[in-house]
């Protein structure tokens, strides 16, 4: 499978929100990513679900909403009748993991988790076989212009093993810190999806960026 680009509209223009939509629509990239911040799990605040839903009146393709909020369960459905189409919740941030992941489930979105800096991918071993996507977090969750974690590569890794027996159609995300300079080595580790921000959105030609982080090729052989 051709890897995937996924904009993170925090870093876009929320002044000219609509712009920066249509732009992602034109553009070669696949999702849109949506970070959903309560200002109780990370500091900041963010979108909230009068925003999500304009989002998706204009949006043309799938949204990728990453809570990073605590008690997720109470409001899957809201997110999903405001038009998500895979929700992402923290493992950091959800007692009953396993009763989260099936809530999404049920109520029609496909199902990710997302695992903070700190946090060992062994600690999805009992639920990777019921998951649609794993977030590997490549900075810590919440504060922009952070410097990307190394260790990300190694948590890649990890996790292709794992789900190889497991879960062999398991997307692995990955967020934070993403650039043209860092892209190809996420891919050639085994990364299917990149959530990249600011090195879109601060581009002076954003659709060039995600054309370039698009067409990368990558060996099939992971590293």
């Given amino acids: 499978m051709k890897h995937l680009i996924s904009p993170s509209l925090l ?22 990513h949506i970070d959903i911040m ?6 900041n605040i963010s979108f909230g679900f ?11 393709k799938p949204l990728d909403v990453h809570l990073m909020i605590v008690e997720p369960d109470r409001y899957l459905q809201q997110f999903k009748d ?22 999404i489930k049920d109520v029609g979105c ?15 071993s009992e639920v ?14 919440g504060f922009g ?7 990300t590569y190694e948590k890649i890794r990890q996790l292709i093993a794992m789900a190889s027996a497991k879960n062999e159609s398991l ?11 860092n892209a190809s080595d996420l891919l050639k580790a085994g990364a299917d999806v990149l959530v990249a921000g600011n090195a879109i959105f601060a581009a002076k030609n954003p659709e060039a960026v995600i054309d370039e982080l698009k067409n990368i090729a990558v060996s099939n052989i992971r590293i």
Avoid at 82 to 103: D, P, S
Avoid at 110 to 124: D, E, I, M, Q, R
Avoid at 172 to 180: P, R
Wanted: glycine share 8%; aromatic share 8%; hydrophobic share 45%.
């Fill in 171 to 181: 997307l692995i995300e990955v967020d934070g810190g993403i650039n043209l300079g």
């Fill in 38 to 43: 309560d200002g109780v799990f990370v500091p």
């Fill in 50 to 60: 009068p925003v999500l839903t304009a989002i998706s009146r204009y949006a043309k």
């Fill in 110 to 124: 496909k199902a990710g988790v997302a695992l903070n800096p700190h946090t060992p991918v062994a600690f999805l």
């Fill in 145 to 151: 212009g952070q410097k990307f974690i190394e260790n």
């Fill in 128 to 141: 990777i076989g019921d998951l649609d996507l794993v977030l590997i977090m490549s900075v810590n969750p």
């Fill in 11 to 32: 870093s876009a223009d929320f002044a000219n929100l609509k712009e920066d939509i249509d732009m992602v629509n034109r553009s070669n990239a696949d999702w849109f």
């Fill in 82 to 103: 405001c038009g998500a189409h895979t929700i992402t919740v923290h493992y950091e941030a959800c007692t009953h993991l396993h009763r989260t992941i099936q809530a």
